[in-house]
């Protein structure tokens, strides 16, 4: 058993711990920081369902640890079995004790598999960001499927489903709500979605509730999915991808509060409610929704490394005035050439809420002019609060530059920019990046002419 000391000890090395443990280093360079994490290779988990189809294998999709090393940062590879608040301890599974002054537990989540029968057959497999379990999947489990079903119609299912079917697999999603991507966008763009997947020869299955998954006649190996009040699904393999839940078993064990959501509970700082020498951050850490505070499941990489910047700034003191204010929950992805993205509240979210909302919409090339090679469309939603006109979200429909228009969007909800605002926005515009007019300003303008025809309406 050996003794170590470290200053700032950060636990799981994610998008979270990793980002974590690179800012401590670059605002607290005389400090040592030292991440623990069980795998030897990381994955970058945002890239999983790519190794299986455009990437063609796991070594395609590394995480680098360049920048944390470079910023002075160490990684240690195991497992931590236990912490002792009060002595400022952790015992890691070889029995060596690393004392600690600042603890960040970056734990991240753990897959959900539904309480159905068939669950432990064979051809029945979760994504995990584990290198070797990966690798296995890619040369091992994938090769031997020809018929896939994916239960979960969410960001995971649709964009595995696409890179799964580059390889020649028939491939089946199964959603119990009435549409894919239904949580996080509006009716229509989830409708455009499934008309790509659908082009691609991929069955959807939605209003679907998977009953139990039956075995083959040797009962080791999956055969069948049992979907409710449907005929038996003939599959030899199964992708459960419903979600994920905020792994806290150590969290537990130090006996820090957990929100009534499943993650633990943190301040704007990410600080622990015990102790404010412990913080969490990524999947593992409470969220709560920007604007009505609710518990928020937005697991998703970019939360987790922004989580990570906050906390690596305020470890040692609340110098920076940089906090979390909140999810706006910012998505983007692309299937087959379709990109899609969303940020802040849909229409339908907010109108659940009961905010009164203002919409405005554009259509436009994302070129200029539009003969240009390449050109697509890009369709723009912005929903806007009624009253104060402050920005509540919006949603792209479009091409290569949709991540970006999205990222704008998720900008400008954390700004609490309003319809004024952004109609004056300034921009750059060159034919070959981007259209004559700014997408989110012609959308707002849109909205604008709609508010001001109902305040001032012209008399004839």
């Not at 000391?5 to 920081?33: C, N, R, S």
């Not at 160490?74 to 603890?103: F, M, Y």
């Not at 979210?349 to 240009?372: K, N, V, W, Y």
Request: glycine share 10%; proline share 5%.
């Amino acid at each position: 058993m050996n003794e170590l000391k470290t200053d700032i000890l950060i636990i799981g090395g994610g998008p979270a711990g990793m980002m974590t443990g690179i800012t401590a280093a670059q605002f607290a360079p005389h400090k040592q920081v030292l991440v623990i994490r069980p795998e030897t290779d990381a994955v970058i988990p945002c890239g999983i369902p790519y190794i299986f189809g455009t990437l063609g294998g796991t070594d395609e999709d590394m995480a680098g640890r360049a920048p944390l090393l470079a910023a002075g940062g160490k990684i240690q590879i195991g497992r931590i079995q236990s912490v002792d608040r009060k002595a400022r301890t952790a015992v890691l599974d070889s029995g060596d004790i690393i004392h600690w002054e600042r603890l960040v537990l970056a734990t991240g989540a753990e897959n959900f598999i539904p309480p159905i029968s068939g669950t432990q057959l064979e051809g029945v497999f979760s994504i995990q960001k584990d290198y070797q379990y990966l690798d296995a999947l890619f040369s091992k489990v994938v090769p031997q499927i020809k018929t896939l079903a994916i239960i979960g119609g969410g960001f995971i299912g649709v964009e595995f489903a696409d890179e799964i079917r580059k390889r020649g697999i028939q491939v089946h999603i199964i959603e119990m709500l009435p549409h894919l991507m239904q949580a996080a966008f509006d009716l229509d763009a989830c409708e455009a979605v499934e008309k790509q997947l659908q082009k691609q020869g991929i069955q959807i299955h939605t209003n679907a509730r998977v009953e139990a998954l039956l075995p083959d006649s040797t009962g080791k190996r999956v055969a069948q999915v049992q979907i409710s009040g449907k005929d038996p699904l003939s599959v030899d393999g199964v992708l459960i991808a419903i979600g994920v839940r905020p792994n806290v078993h150590l969290a537990q064990e130090m006996g820090l509060t957990l929100s009534r959501s499943g993650g633990i509970w943190v301040d704007a700082y990410q600080r622990s409610r015990e102790d404010p020498a412990i913080f969490a951050v990524g999947d593992c850490a409470h969220k709560q929704d920007f604007f009505t505070r609710k518990a928020n499941h937005a697991l998703i990489a970019s939360q987790a490394a922004a989580e990570g910047r906050i906390a690596g700034m305020n470890l040692y003191g609340l110098r920076e005035l940089r906090h979390s204010a909140g999810s706006v929950s910012v998505y983007a992805s692309e299937i087959d050439g379709l990109a899609f993205g969303v940020a802040g509240l849909t229409q339908h979210q907010a109108e659940t809420e009961g905010f009164p909302i203002l919409i405005g919409e554009s259509r436009l090339p994302d070129h200029h002019p539009a003969s240009m090679p390449n050109t697509t469309e890009i369709y723009c939603r912005v929903i806007f609060s009624a009253e104060s006109l402050q920005l509540l979200g919006g949603q792209i429909l479009g091409g290569a530059t949709t991540g970006e228009l999205v990222n704008t969007i998720g900008l400008a909800v954390q700004m609490r920019a309003t319809a004024p605002d952004l109609a004056s926005m300034q921009f750059g515009s060159q034919p070959r990046l981007t259209p004559s007019l700014h997408p989110l300003i012609a959308a707002t303008g849109d909205a604008l002419q709609r508010h001001f025809a109902q305040s001032h309406p012209c008399v004839n």
